[in-house]
């Protein structure tokens, strides 16, 4: 089983609408936890830190459910520029080991 | 400020070859990670450094050698390359934001490595 699961997609969205992301990670002791962008051909950019409250920034919401091991991305109002690749990226070890979801790919169409 | 600024940027090798993946960030941040990323695997660490002179391996080290003589550069050496080792090689750096381990990576541009 991978540490860190996350559906592949591919998510293909209308312009407008919410869509949401979810990843389950395998360890419980894990500390810290993100999402990170990734364009076509380029390197992953942080997106956003999740909170233990959850968080939200402009149209993007995380959560984390500890007990359920899961995190999830809210996005609302999709833009096309929203089309990229998604990691969820967990911190496994507490030592800046980072692990990585395979990435969940949205096309945000007109 | 470049950031962190990773060469080649495309590297086609012979099987048995070997070379140096180059990586550097003028951040000043202390640690620096090695990642390989393929289709459908995700990103998966292959060795990284929490400062100069200090190097532990990730979750797929074989094959690679790393040293990290500065707190700049952590170049990344290929002993002898296999066509397992095809795949695009990132570089990052990052710095803790918070508390425990909240830290944010810095990810290079990305080497595409091609072994025949």
């Known amino acids: 089983r991978k540490e860190v699961e996350q559906d592949p997609g591919p998510f293909n969205v209308p312009e407008g609408a919410t869509v949401a992301f979810n990843c389950t990670y395998s360890n419980s002791a894990s500390q810290s ?6 364009d076509c051909r ?44 998604y990691l969820c990226v967990v911190n496994a070890y507490n030592n800046n080991d980072m692990r990585f979801g395979a990435g969940t790919r949205l096309t945000v169409k007109p | 400020n470049a950031g962190v600024t990773q060469t080649p940027k495309f590297q086609v090798l012979k099987t048995g070859q070997s070379m140096t993946l180059q ?31 200090i190097t532990d391996q990730g979750e797929v080290p074989n094959g690679y050698n790393v040293s990290r003589s500065t707190t700049e550069d952590f170049p990344l050496r290929l002993l002898s390359a296999a066509p397992s080792q095809t795949s695009v090689y990132f570089c990052a750096s990052s710095y803790s934001i918070g508390s425990g381990a909240n830290y944010e990576q810095y990810f290079g541009p990305g080497t595409r490595l091609t072994v025949t």
């Open chain 1, 42 to 85: 380029k390197e992953p950019k942080l997106l956003m830190s999740v909170y233990s409250s959850g968080n939200e920034d402009g149209r993007f919401t995380a959560q984390l459910n500890r007990a359920s091991q899961y995190i999830s991305l809210l996005i609302r109002d999709s833009k096309l520029s929203d089309s990229a690749t």
């Open chain 2, 23 to 53: 990586c550097a960030q003028d951040m000043n941040h202390e640690y620096m990670s090695w990642y390989r990323q393929d289709p459908g695997m995700g990103l998966r660490l292959i060795h990284y450094s929490v400062g100069a002179g």
């Open chain 1, 33 to 38: 936890f993100f999402w990170y962008r990734q």
